[in-house]
């Protein structure tokens, strides 16, 4: 049975988690006010404030935020420890919360879904596909993958792959354009930009090359996106050309739906890894299957493939 002090940890990391009562509340099985009372009672007992709240929002004090950099990590392998404990010794088990950025999640992760739950039944994968970066351990993710990802303390990055931009468009539309010889061509074709989701600045052309020629190429633009799924939809139809991560541009290249343009010019992207918090007790269902995933990149070749130009 849980003693008064784990029941106010508890609710103090999950509302600190969640920046709310209520998302406490939902994930622990309680009435918010049952969250608030033992939220009270741990600050009563400390003699210190732990949030301030008002009628819209609830906030870390300076105090509570000492509190909870101390506490959560510890606390969240406490838990997983205990946890696979009363489920057998480190057995992998439980729900496995996974950011993924959608095209990379869609492409990549879903199809070695099946081989993973046969080998690993009792864990159920919770996936959750969103274009921005997640905080893994305030919003509770065990595992995220994309690139990118700011490295803060106490998050480990194994890389998958080294990830290049390139420059893709239409069979239909190189019907009506030609293909660019270099990339001061590309002035001459309409071009599909992005949007960068975070900081809404548009992202330049930079080509580089293997003598290490560098260069800022202009489009002339038609449409801007900030989503690359749509990007690459809108390139496959004839709108224009567009830079595309590897990731997103090879099942379309694979297709026929588009052309390589370019060959030997793109851009470098951030490197595709799987995060997770780094933890002395790493429970077993993420240890699995961060394994799996890296194992699978490497037998289906994503380093390589993500580097052709």
Sequence with gaps: MQTDLTIHLDAFVAAA?????????????????????????????????????????LRLTEEGERLYRQVRLPWAEIGDALAESRGGAGKPAGALKISLAPTVGRNYIVPLLDDFLRRYPDIQPDLRFENRQVDLVREGFDVAIGGGMELTEGLVARELARVRIVPVASPGYLDHHPAPAEPADLAQHAGLL????????????????????????????????????????????????????????????????????????????????IYYASRKLLPAKVRVFVDHVVADAEARGYARHFQEA
């Design 194 to 273: 992005r949007r960068h989701i975070m900081t809404g600045r548009l992202t330049p052309w930079i080509l580089g090359n293997g003598a290490g020629d560098e260069v800022v190429a202009t489009v002339r633009p038609v449409a801007v996106f900030d989503d690359p799924e749509a990007l690459a939809r809108a390139a496959a139809c004839g709108l224009g050309v567009a830079m595309l991560p590897m990731p997103h541009a090879l099942p379309l290249l694979e297709s026929g739906e588009l052309v390589r343009l370019l060959p030997g010019w793109y851009a470098a992207a951030k490197p595709l890894c």
């Design 17 to 57: 988690d969640g920046a709310s009562f209520s998302a406490a509340a939902r994930r622990l099985g309680l009435t918010p006010a049952a969250v608030s009372k033992s939220v009270a009672r741990l600050e009563t007992g400390l003699g210190v404030r732990l949030f301030q709240r008002s009628t819209r929002s």
